[in-house]
């Protein structure tokens, strides 16, 4: 596989969450893009993204302590031997009950799963050590991702592996008329749009012809592509398969 | 004359008969004449027309009557209290003064004898504010409220101190109550502002023996500075739906404003506090790290 035609590359938020592994085995699409084209292409984002990603894996330890707090203070241990499926079966419906959004819980699933002895040990016994055993274990698992999120924001860009575009504005709508004629499609992700032209200003201002925005958000972006495309000329939007397929 | 009473003097009458309840030495403070306001609400039939008047929202020490502040000025006004300032609040003691209500009926005698149980059974006056706020806070609406009071907010004022706890041990009570944020989508600013707020504590709290008195002074700050944005849109979350358009809308400015105040304290304390000198690339995980599975299952579930 050789380099990308289009090869500076704008990515969302969810690739940067990406981006915060070291991809071997190339797990599904994002880690398959960021291990091959990686290297070849020159990745960019921007602080608004970074600040999102952020969010994002804040939120997922938010949700992995939650997962742990519900199955140590409502999993009822005379129930059953807790198997960690059913614990999964549990919190899942628990998560999805209390939030109404399954945003994010395949990644407190497969928490449960990697520390699956644990979770199993705390249905046995009520016990706080185990509890807070978990919570300190969850705490050193993102403290990486966290800091490596946080270095992009402050370090020179020439020690970056994804280069970050500063020179974002906060007035989009009144520098390119296209901005409003978009808000239909991002109505509900408001700063999905934002993050949108924050590729396609710095399309203009670094004068390229073209940009690849890559991004696995199926909702907006990709459904609505051809529409995105017609309007920001030279912006290309791709889902990270669709890069590394060739 | 009016036929029927204004139904804040109604329940002032209720609070002067509270009043009358009280030792000659006994007081309340303006947090006690909220709780009592409280479980008046919780005790009263819900066809009692104190109902309409007695809407209830959760605040920093716990529940808040809206028409609390109301009651205990126009009680002062009548005689029934007068106020001595003390370091932890205004003191209202018992001056055996009346308010005069048109409409004695089943409502106002139901809420009187309410309050009186309340009184002997429920709510004790000489408990210290920590029992008070303990005893409340097993009917507060989110879990995080209790366990942000009980476990956090003392290790953070003992910060610093002698025979303090260790400032790994407040990083710990810190980060155990992240489990506990509430899971409602109104809450997912100010649960990611906890989430920085925790980062911070672990940077400048994890694996150090002790702080500096400058430290624990900025942090304990900082702490409450969090709890009061917490709480202003607790107030938000939890406004009777009747509350007045106006109300609401000064509690949403008064949270923007907390939130931005949390959030300039919070960088100043990063900035002045935390060692920048992290050294060298930022690292990405490994794959088959607990993040990375993480991340994997996040990244490529099917929802």
């Known amino acids: ?246 | 004359m009016s036929d029927t009473s204004h139904p804040v003097d109604r329940l002032v009458s209720v609070l002067e008969h509270a009043s009358r309840q009280l030792d000659d030495d006994e007081y309340l403070f303006f947090f006690d004449i909220n709780k009592l306001l409280y479980y008046l609400d919780s005790r009263i039939d819900e066809d009692n027309s104190f109902k309409e008047v007695l809407s209830v929202f959760w605040y920093e020490d716990g529940p808040v009557a809206t028409v609390g502040q109301t009651v205990a000025d126009r009680s002062q006004e009548a005689g029934i209290f007068e106020t001595t300032p003390t370091p932890h609040g205004q003191r209202f003691h018992p001056a055996g003064g009346t308010i005069s209500v048109t409409d004695d009926d089943e409502d106002l005698q139901e809420a009187k004898e309410a309050i009186e149980s309340i009184l002997a059974e429920e709510y004790e006056i000489t408990a210290s504010k920590e029992e008070k706020i303990d005893q409340v806070y097993a009917d507060a609406p989110y879990e995080f409220q209790r366990r942000f009071k009980k476990d956090v907010v003392p290790e953070v004022e003992e910060l610093g101190d002698v025979l303090g706890p260790l400032p790994e041990d407040v990083y710990k009570a810190v980060s155990r109550a992240e489990a506990y944020l509430p899971l409602d989508d109104a809450f997912r600013d100010v649960n990611d502002l906890y989430s920085q707020y925790l980062d911070v504590s672990r940077s400048v709290l994890a694996q150090q023996d002790s702080v500096s008195d400058e430290v624990a002074t900025r942090f304990e700050e900082l702490t409450t500075a969090y709890w009061e944005a917490f709480c202003a849109k607790l107030r938000l979350e939890t406004a009777p739906e009747d509350a007045d358009a106006d109300s609401v809308s000064r509690w949403r400015s008064d949270y923007e404003s907390k939130v931005e105040t949390f959030r300039t304290a919070l960088d100043a304390f990063e900035t002045e506090f935390v060692d920048d000198d992290a050294g060298g690339q930022p690292t990405r995980v490994a794959e088959d790290s607990t993040w990375g599975r993480v991340a994997d299952g996040l990244l490529n579930s099917s929802d």
């Open chain 1, 1 to 246: 596989m050789g380099g990308d035609d289009l090869d500076t590359h704008f990515v969302d938020t969810n690739i940067l969450v990406g981006h915060t592994v070291e991809w071997d085995r190339l797990g599904g699409t994002v880690g398959t893009y960021l291990h091959d084209v990686g290297q070849y292409c020159t990745i960019y984002s921007s602080p608004r993204a970074v600040k999102e990603a952020l969010y994002v894996v804040r939120q997922q330890r938010r949700l992995a302590k939650k997962a742990t707090e519900i199955v140590y203070e409502e999993y009822d241990r005379a129930e059953t031997y807790g198997e960690i499926e059913h614990i999964k079966n549990f919190v899942y419906s628990e998560l999805a009950d209390g939030s109404g959004d399954t945003t994010g819980i395949g990644g407190v699933l497969a928490l449960i799963e990697e520390k699956e002895n644990t979770f199993e040990g705390l249905t046995k016994v009520d016990t706080r050590s185990i509890f807070d055993q978990l919570s300190g274990e969850i705490d050193a698992a993102f403290e990486e991702p966290i800091g490596f999120l946080e270095a992009l924001q402050e370090m020179a860009e020439e020690e970056l592996p994804v280069r970050l575009f500063w020179e974002t504005a906060t007035d989009y709508e009144n520098q390119y008329p296209q901005y409003s004629g978009l808000a239909d499609i991002f109505a509900d992700e408001p700063t999905d749009r934002d993050l949108l032209f924050d590729a396609f200003h710095m399309l203009t201002t670094m004068g390229l012809a073209s940009l690849r925005f890559v991004t696995d958000d199926r909702d907006d972006f990709i459904s609505n592509r051809d529409r995105i495309q017609e309007s920001l000329p030279g912006i290309v939007i791709s889902r990270p398969d669709e890069v590394t397929a060739g």
